[in-house]
């Protein structure tokens, strides 16, 4: 064995793992890429130029776009990410509370409560009469 060099890719196996190792980095990247374009867009705190500066640098030259505002931006993305999705979350317990509450509650509900509150004597029967042909007209 002379001079010989011995390379990854004289074991199969240890092949095999540096191929799926440099395909799991890529798509690490991309979604690293994924998740700094969308951050870029959704912070509030940027002007439109610093976004169109910070966008065109990540495109240009991505890996050092990404490395860049990873290094700089990155501390805080965290958070936006975690503002984002508890103002998603008020919108839909928002929504179905908005949608719950105009189903509203049935005339046999409403019936039945009143004749739970008579029966425990907080209502007369006057009363519960009264509210009673409210709730049937």
Same mark, same amino acid.
């Given at each position: ?6 390379? @990854?890719?004289?074991?199969?196996? $240890? #092949? !095999? ?13 991309? @979604? *690293? +890429?994924?998740?700094?374009?969308? /951050?870029?867009?959704? /912070?509030? /705190?940027?002007?439109?130029? !610093?976004?169109? #500066?910070? +966008?065109?640098?990540?495109?240009? +030259?991505?890996? *050092? #776009? ?7 931006? #990155? ?11 508890? @103002? ?14 105009? @189903?509203?509650?049935? %005339?046999? /509900?409403?019936?039945?409560? +009143?004749?739970?509150?008579? !029966?425990?004597?907080? $209502?007369?029967?006057? %009363?519960?009469?009264? !509210? ?6």
């Amino acid at each position: 064995m002379s001079g010989s060099v011995n390379l @990854a890719y004289d074991f199969p196996v $240890l #092949g !095999a793992f540096w191929s799926i190792m440099w395909f799991f980095l890529w798509i690490m990247w991309f @979604a *690293l +890429l994924f998740r700094v374009v969308v /951050d870029i867009f959704r /912070d509030d /705190d940027l002007s439109g130029w !610093a976004k169109t #500066g910070w +966008l065109v640098f990540a495109i240009v +030259l991505p890996f *050092l #776009g990404v490395f860049v505002y990873v290094i700089a931006r #990155g501390k805080n993305m965290g958070k936006r990410e975690q503002r984002h999705v508890r @103002a998603q979350r008020e919108q839909t317990e928002r929504y179905i509370r908005e949608t719950a509450g105009s @189903a509203g509650t049935s %005339e046999a /509900d409403e019936l039945a409560k +009143l004749s739970e509150i008579r !029966a425990r004597g907080d $209502l007369t029967d006057e %009363e519960y009469r009264r !509210a009673k042909e409210k709730v049937l007209h």
